[in-house]
């Protein structure tokens, strides 16, 4: 049943665009007592061979890293309630592109584009390698995106094209 819960929200998590890390912070933010209280909740009444057997040290922080693994993959399950949810608006994103990066990390390359817009405010986002590609610092960025149930702006994974 973990295994199914923690695949579902890494699918769900590849399938929508937020701004960077987005999701994750919503996650973070509204989800983590309530995931915390539940995981300490089994591990002290509903696991008492588990806790015997692993030790109260070596019990507890098996549980506060499943409780994080938990935490990390709900954030997949809050971009489809974001989708899905009621209250869905398109808006059109224009900003210009203000930095174009790559980020290496342990599983490869990410890369990110940061659009600010005429008031300053910049915003980023993850982007797959090809799109990446057509992009140029100083280009006009213009996508159709939504502002969905949890007010979080997203899309779907697809290319968009900038406009030059």
């Not at 919503?26 to 002290?44: C, E, G, N, R, T």
């Not at 890293?65 to 808006?91: E, H, W």
Request: aromatic content about 16%; proline content about 4%.
């Amino acid at each position: 049943m973990f295994g199914v819960y923690v695949i579902l929200g890494g699918i769900f998590l590849c399938t929508y665009r937020t701004l960077h890390n987005a999701n994750f912070a919503f996650a973070f933010k509204f989800l983590s007592i309530p995931i915390l209280l539940l995981s300490f909740y089994v591990y002290f009444f509903l696991m008492p061979r588990f806790r015997a057997k692993e030790g109260p040290i070596k019990g507890f922080l098996l549980t506060l890293l499943c409780s994080f693994l938990l935490i990390s993959v709900s954030s997949g399950y809050v971009s489809v309630v974001n989708a899905f949810g009621p209250g869905q608006r398109d808006v059109i994103i224009q900003c210009k592109i203000a930095e174009l990066k790559t980020l290496q990390h342990r599983r490869g390359m990410s890369y990110h584009v940061v659009l600010v817009n005429k008031n300053g405010k910049s915003m980023e986002f993850t982007v797959p390698p090809a799109e990446y590609n057509t992009f140029a610092v100083g280009q006009q960025y213009a996508a159709r995106w939504k502002i969905g149930s949890l007010g979080m702006l997203y899309n779907r994974q697809t290319i968009a094209q900038p406009i030059n």
